[in-house]
């Protein structure tokens, strides 16, 4: 049913799933994501959405192959199909015009902050873009995320492509250059919360799209529960996206540790099968 029509792998261990969803595709909204099992034995996992076409009905997400359902999703083939997708899920992000803001997007998560970007960009935003990755290899959407950027910066941790280091050091240059009203920023937690710091101080609002463990993506389980500014917030339907100023990031960071064992020895009981 959900039919795996396009696979492309865009960097290593990072691949681009296009899925035959003409429902999704047609009332998703920038900001929101998927959750998808990919067999009737499977663990339901939030994916993000990086594309959608409604002429062809389908949705784009990529991913990072890190542990057994990740893996297991890179090893689909075109033609091949998922046993369920659910979506869209999570609140649309809040378009409108802010004046000037800047979107931070590190690793994969660039692929959803392209969607954001143009819809912002498309409300009349000047959109300044900050894009980083552990290498220049590992850089995705350069080229999508030059198209719907008044200006694109590049940060890479090695160096080997635009400036070395973090994307939060052209995030404090360019706040102490001008003024910016809004920062939305799509990565590693780490990361997020590193920007969460450089614009506290200057009382930039700051949105964050959090990226907690999720089962049902109801509201239901609790699984991704979050605390934001002091109250128990359920990710997949109060957020994704939260104000980053709020977010305790040190809870996310150690929730999302909890199975650390449990998903090793998935990882390694699976590639045992597998190899
Ligand atoms: S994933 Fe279960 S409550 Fe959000």
Redesign the pocket.
């Known amino acids: 049913m959900y039919r795996i029509v396009a696979k492309k792998e865009l960097a290593p261990a990072v691949k681009s799933l296009t899925i035959n969803a003409p429902l999704i595709s047609k009332k998703a909204r920038p900001g929101q994501f998927i959750i998808i099992r990919v067999d009737e034995s499977g663990e339901r996992i939030p994916l993000t959405i990086a594309d959608l076409d409604v002429q062809q009905g389908t949705v784009t997400t990529i991913f990072l192959e890190v542990g057994k359902t990740t893996k297991q999703l890179g090893s689909l083939k075109e033609g091949g199909s998922l046993a369920d997708l659910a979506g869209p899920l999570g609140k649309p992000t809040e378009i409108k015009k802010y004046g000037k803001v800047v979107c931070v997007g590190g690793g994969v998560g660039v692929a959803p902050l392209y969607l954001e970007a143009k819809a912002l960009k498309d409300a009349g935003n000047k959109v300044i873009s900050i894009i980083g990755a552990r290498t220049k290899e590992l850089l995705i959407f350069e080229k999508e995320m030059q198209q719907v950027s008044d200006e694109l910066h590049i940060a890479t941790d090695d160096g080997s492509k635009g400036h070395h280091g973090f994307v939060t050091d052209v995030l404090q240059k360019l706040i102490t250059e001008q003024n910016i009203d809004m920062v939305l920023a799509i990565g590693p937690t780490v990361m997020m919360k590193a920007v969460a710091k450089v614009t506290k101080p200057h009382n930039i609002k700051t949105l964050v799209s959090l990226n907690p463990i999720?089962?049902?993506?109801?509201?239901?389980?609790?699984?991704?529960?979050v605390t934001v500014g002091g109250e128990t917030k359920?990710?997949?339907?109060d957020g994704p996206e939260f104000d980053a100023h709020l977010v305790d990031f040190e809870e996310l960071m150690n929730r999302q540790r909890t199975y650390l064992e449990e998903e090793k020895v998935a990882l390694e009981r699976w590639k045992r099968c597998h190899h």
């Open positions: 999720m089962v049902d993506g109801t509201g239901m389980c609790g699984a991704c529960r359920f990710t997949c339907v």
